[in-house]
């Protein structure tokens, strides 16, 4: 059944709020997170369906995106996205029986419930467990290292070159199209829609988190009832993930190091009581550092919300930034 118009464009807002809180610091920008939901509620929202209720036999399309990390191309063309899925669907011919997210994030998010609605299946209700890598498209390509077989992989995007365009589709073992996706990053600098597949029921089971598409609707639907107030949306958030708001403070200094299409920023921020912190970031926040001492490290979540509670991504944050840090156990998270 539909729901109504306004209804539907809450509930893809939420989704996006709560992702880009999932995605600690990555997995996109809000602004297109919120046009793809957008698009969603133009054609439909999804069906989202548990994994246990598909068939054993049933194969399915994993979707995510890929930023270079020194990219000025920050936006993914709705496109682009649609592409991806046309070639992974038309060259590998799968009859999927759904979609599931890579990752989470503003757009990672998002781009589950859009292929989903564009292809009319149903958008698996889980997201893959990350551990192996901060960026989900490498991570599930490593997990999928413990199958045999042929997988294939389409990518599509916006570079930096001159030719500003990049079309992709190849099949192989996981290790070679992860190598081939390392290669799209270092040499064409951009953002890109990824789709891979197929995958199985089995290997989902193992690799999946399950719910987590239903746990991030409701982070983002209690964000979107303390209106604009930070520290309650904080406190809140904290709570439900059984994490812990670390400190409330002011961005002094941001640094930007790495060469190519490869950098990773060091942002400095002076917390309750004079406390030093360092966050490290590469495609998301990946270590915190206090005084010296370093207390969070990847998978565990590290989340930025400014001053009124919006989730911020990491390569947006700038100095004399007011904003909330809270950590969040990876064992919290996964399923």
Not at 33 to 40: A, D, H, Y
Not at 65 to 79: A, E, Q, R, V, Y
Not at 270 to 279: P, R, T
Not at 286 to 294: G, R, S, W
């Amino acid at each position: 059944m539909m729901l109504t118009d306004d209804i539907n464009l809450s509930m893809t807002e939420a989704v996006v709020l709560g992702g880009a809180v999932l995605g600690s610091g990555g997995g996109g920008q809000l602004e297109m997170g919120l046009r793809l939901g957008q698009l969603t509620v133009e054609r439909g929202i999804p069906a989202v369906g548990e994994l246990t209720k598909l068939p054993d036999q049933a194969q399915f399309a994993i979707v995510t995106t890929l930023h270079s990390s020194s990219s000025d191309i920050n936006k993914l063309s709705p496109g682009d996205c649609h592409q991806t899925m046309a070639l992974l669907q038309n060259k590998c011919h799968e009859n999927f029986a759904g979609v599931v997210n890579a990752g989470s994030g503003a757009v990672d998010s998002l781009i589950g419930w859009e292929l989903a609605s564009l292809l009319n299946l149903p958008l698996v209700d889980m997201v893959i467990n990350p551990g192996f890598h901060p960026i989900p498209a490498f991570n599930l390509l490593e997990g999928l290292t413990t199958q045999t077989g042929t997988f294939s992989l389409a990518v599509v995007g916006a570079s930096s070159l001159e030719n500003g365009h990049v079309e992709l589709f190849c099949q192989g073992a996981p290790h070679k199209l992860y190598q081939v996706l390392e290669q799209i990053a270092y040499l064409f600098n951009g953002t890109f829609a990824v789709a891979v597949g197929p995958v199985s029921k089995t290997w989902l089971k193992t690799h999946g988190n399950p719910q987590l598409i239903s746990r991030t609707l409701a982070v983002g639907n209690r964000m979107q009832c303390d209106d604009g107030a930070g520290e309650a949306t904080a406190i809140a958030i904290s709570q439900m993930l059984g994490g812990q708001v670390v400190t409330f403070g002011t961005i002094t200094d941001i640094e930007w190091h790495g060469l190519g299409t490869e950098r990773y920023g060091l942002i400095h921020l002076q917390g309750i009581n004079d406390q030093q912190f360092i966050l490290k970031y590469w495609h998301c926040y990946t270590a915190m550092i206090v005084n010296n001492e370093q207390v969070v490290t990847f998978p565990d979540l590290i989340v930025t919300l400014g001053s009124k509670g919006t989730p911020l991504d990491g390569k947006e944050v700038v100095a004399g930034q007011n904003i909330y840090v809270l950590t969040i156990p990876a064992r919290r998270i996964l399923g």
